[in-house]
């Protein structure tokens, strides 16, 4: 008889693509061994005991390396995955890899224009592929095993990236390229305009989005003509490389991607010695300001979020309102780049049950469920010692939370506080020593009177980051705001990066957004000016006096 592992190994080697779980299921094996044909790992099991490897891509083969770091399963602590670090001695082929790609790309409208529609087909195979339950479930599986959200929101980010993939099959992708003409001044002259990849590029990604963010911007830059090397937050990195297999298995080629598992420090020893021609950051807005100096202005940039939203003075459909606030504030655990971190109330919202409602939809939150989770890059003592400094602020109070939770097992490496909200009046926020308290992994809740909303208009002009907000008062609000992404009306939010508009900062040229056709073309590529000046030259013609 087989043993288990041998049996699952032969299965994979020998099933055709697509007969693994038919195979499975016949011989009656169990659910866990039912993982996709593509996948090195199974979600499921990887623990202390069976530890998953995590490998780095460059020049066209994975990559182990001599020196691995640990990465502790963030609900107990146990050492459960092994990545493969690259430091400053070791990053010699990642830039060689990038210093063999042309400015000019890999491909652009003059130049191997086959392979716009080769990512036509890989998008198509993609997304057919995240289409299958048991591919989606993978995902989202391992997503909650290094990001841990509830399943639903980890699904989402499945769905997402496969309705992405949907949106750029066939024709889509060559037509990001689509370009223009215009005519010249005389017979012969034309100008064109182009849309010209950089060559080569790197992604830095964070933690919070393992699947989504990564996949979307990768994609958007290997659609446009780009070299990439990708570096992904390596708490979560597993997913992006078994998201790479998943695109080799739907005909990307090996050497289009670099794959890079290393500290900050050698990442940006990378960059200045790899020169790479573009740079697509996502992350902390300190890091950001950095890798702008460092890379000389070479960069766009989708830092952290200071996301607000405005309550009018019309009250409705409060059971609606207060469950989208506890959405925006605290899915995810709040580590979204656009949780709601603060919230402007006018004061007929703050005598309804409002409150009150988000009170008891947060206290419903529990971690079996993982409604609530750890936050992976602070403490719990470092977020507690914010909300104290909060309440020392004169008539601030504590409106839920505020505690830690209970009975878990999370590292302390790792914060773990129950959904908490802190009331702070709109009058002490405005002070300049109070400002930069009111933004964290929970949100302030304050109010306005009716003739104050210059004053929350002025908070909003001091705030620095202007990726999401909420408007449920409407046109005055939206006219003097720059946030990029901005719901407006009875069902706002500040959280969601669907697939189908930018999601994306406004008010700075550096600013990245990602998803859509416009946001691909403005991150990803740049435009080129050809202009065909063919003749004839009129009969007759003299050489003019000089100028």
């Known amino acids: 008889m087989y043993k288990l ?12 693509k697509g007969a693994i779980n038919w195979l499975c299921s016949s011989l009656h094996l169990p659910r866990s061994i039912q993982t996709p044909s593509f996948a090195t790992i199974d979600a499921e099991e990887i623990s202390g005991s ?3 490897e ?3 891509l460059v020049q066209g083969s994975w990559k182990k390396s001599s020196s691995w770091s640990t990465v502790v399963d963030p609900l107990n602590g146990e050492p459960f995955i092994k990545v493969a670090d690259v430091d400053e001695t070791g990053i010699r082929p990642f830039v060689e890899s990038l210093s ?5 790309g890999l491909h652009n409208p003059f130049k191997s224009p086959e392979r716009y529609l080769m990512f036509g087909d890989i998008s198509a195979k993609a997304a057919h592929m995240l289409s299958q339950p048991e591919v989606s479930n993978f995902f989202t599986r391992l997503i909650q095993r290094v990001s841990p959200k509830s399943y639903q929101q980890a699904h989402a980010e499945v769905y997402v990236t496969q309705k992405f993939f949907e949106n750029f099959c066939g024709d889509q992708v060559r037509f990001l390229a689509r370009s223009f003409a215009v005519p010249g001044n005389h017979l012969g ?3 064109h305009g182009f849309r010209w990849p950089y060559g080569p590029v790197a992604i830095i990604t964070p933690f919070n989005f393992p699947l989504e963010i990564p996949v979307l911007q990768l994609m958007g830059a290997l659609y446009m003509g780009n070299k990439v090397v990708l570096k992904v937050d390596g708490k979560v990195s597993i997913v992006m490389e078994q998201m790479l297999r998943l695109l080799h298995d739907c005909g990307l080629n090996m050497d289009d991607v670099d794959f ?3 500290d900050g420090k050698t990442m940006n020893k990378l960059l200045l010695e790899g020169k790479p021609r573009m740079t697509l950051f996502t992350g902390s807005s300190r890091v950001a300001e950095k890798l702008a100096v460092d890379l000389r202005g070479r960069i766009k940039l989708e830092d952290a979020g200071f996301d607000w939203k405005i309550l009018g003075p019309d009250v409705q459909e409060v059971d609606y309102v207060a469950w989208v606030c506890d959405q925006d504030a605290y899915a995810c655990s709040g580590q979204k780049c656009s949780a709601q971190s603060i919230l402007f ?17 947060a206290e419903r939150r529990k971690l079996e469920d993982l409604t609530v989770g750890p936050v992976l890059t602070l403490t719990t003592e470092t977020m507690l010692e914010h909300m104290n400094k909060l309440l020392e602020i004169p008539g601030s109070k504590l409106l839920f939370g505020g505690e830690p939770l209970e009975n878990h097992s999370i590292p302390n490496i790792y914060g773990a506080i129950k959904p908490t909200a802190v009331y702070v009046p709109c009058e002490e926020i405005l002070k300049e020593i109070n400002f930069q308290f009111s933004c964290f992994w929970f949100q302030v809740v304050t109010d306005y009177k009716e003739g104050q909303l210059p004053m929350v208009l002025d908070a909003l002009e001091r705030m620095e980051a202007h990726l999401t907000a909420a408007v449920l008062l409407l046109q005055k609000v939206i006219g003097s705001s720059v ?5 407006a009306g009875m069902r706002a939010r500040t959280t969601g990066a669907p697939q189908n508009h930018w999601f994306g900062p406004a008010g700075d040229p550096r600013g990245a957004g990602i998803g859509t056709p416009e946001a691909i073309k403005l991150v990803w590529s740049c435009h080129r000016e050809i202009i065909y000046d063919v003749g004839p030259v009129p009969k007759h013609w003299e050489i003019p006096p000089s100028t």
Do not use: D
Not at 100 to 104: A, D, G, L, N, S
Not at 345 to 359: G, Q, R, T, V, Y
Not at 483 to 487: A, E, P, S
């Open 54 to 56: 995590v490998c780095n």
């Open 5 to 16: 592992g041998s049996c699952r190994e032969m299965i994979r080697s020998r099933a055709p």
């Open 189 to 191: 002259q034309q100008s």
């Open 50 to 52: 069976q530890p998953a």
């Open 100 to 104: 063999k790609c042309p400015k000019h």
């Open 260 to 262: 890079i598992n290393s």
């Open 345 to 361: 109330m006018h004061e007929n919202w703050a005598s309804s049950p409002l409150i009150s409602k988000m009170k008891s939809l």
């Open 483 to 487: 946030n990029g992404t901005t719901y």
